[in-house]
């Protein structure tokens, strides 16, 4: 097949797909303005977090397959692929302990605040009065909004912290999830309100869909502490960043974020985001799921979503 990759990925596993006979086309410079005219007459397309719209969709004539090399779909036009005929799949949970690493290092360098430390350190400035200030991270509570793969990674070392770990009960939860929410010490509170209240922490850990889309606005922020801590590494589109700003202002909200509003459509791009600027937070580019190990563990989900597609299935189909 002739398979085109607009996204970095493992050199090792382009040598897998031409060793299996598959023609590939790898350029990690293409953006959703440029994917269209690239698409050609590829079958397959692979992305992590290059924007794929109706325009590629309409000019891919024989692209059949789109792969996110990840979980989240939502930079996907997946109506527009499947008006195309083509399906779209993904590869969930490969990177859970690259996002949980990420999650717990936001959330000590906010209670530590590591990135002024270190600048201050940078620049010659000695400050270990002003840097000597911590809360401490055993015994806070944490909330954890979406357990799946990457919210029980997180459970399990916020345990390792010492930390008290909180979700909201479900209904109709299987044996074996209470099961593990058993093991991973996950207690579990009635509501989203009861959870907002208790938390020192709350992180966010749910796709982006009609239901979650701006869930984040004042009325939940206004539910959380005084000064407590948003970590979102999920998307950007859960948090009304206008709220955001204003629980900054008036509440003191501390927030690590990994994602944003509007975030770029390629690697590398201008970027203006008046909530990146505050200084109440402590923010990176995207790249919770960034790390070698986890790359290597997604690219091998996407070698076998190809692998089921040749033999007729579609393995993680989300249209």
Known sequence: MKILIADSFPESHHAKLSQNGHEITSDPALDSDTLAAAVDDHEVLIVRSTKVNADTFESGKNLKLVIRAGAGTNTIDKSSAAENGVRVCNVPGANAIAVAELVMGLILSIDRNIPDNANDLNNGVWNKKKYSKAQ?????????????????????????????????????????????????????????????????????????????????????????????????????ELVD???????????????????????????????????????????????????????????????????????????????
Do not use: W
């Open 136 to 236: 401490g991270l055993y015994g806070q509570k944490i909330g954890i909004l979406g357990l799946g793969a990457i919210g029980f990674a997180v459970a399990e070392r916020a345990n390792a912290f010492g930390m008290d770990v909180f979700a909201v009960a479900k209904p109709g939860r299987s044996a074996d999830a209470e099961q593990r929410m058993k093991e991973a010490k996950i207690s579990q509170l009635d509501s989203i309100d009861d959870l907002l209240a208790k938390c020192d922490i709350v992180t966010l850990h749910m796709p982006a869909t009609d239901d979650t889309q701006g869930m984040v606005n004042s009325s939940f922020l206004s539910k959380m502490k005084d000064g407590a801590m948003l970590i979102n590494s999920s998307r950007g």
């Open 241 to 319: 960043e206008a709220a955001l700003l204003d629980a900054i202002k008036t509440k003191g909200i501390r927030a690590g974020l990994d994602v944003y509003n509007n975030e770029p459509g390629a690697g590398e791009n201008r970027f203006t985001s008046e909530v990146a600027l505050n200084p109440n937070v402590c923010g990176t580019h995207h790249i919770g799921a960034s790390t070698e190990q986890a790359q290597v563990a997604v690219a091998n989900g996407v070698l076998d979503v190809i692998a089921s597609y040749q033999d007729g299935e579609f393995r993680n189909c989300v249209n």
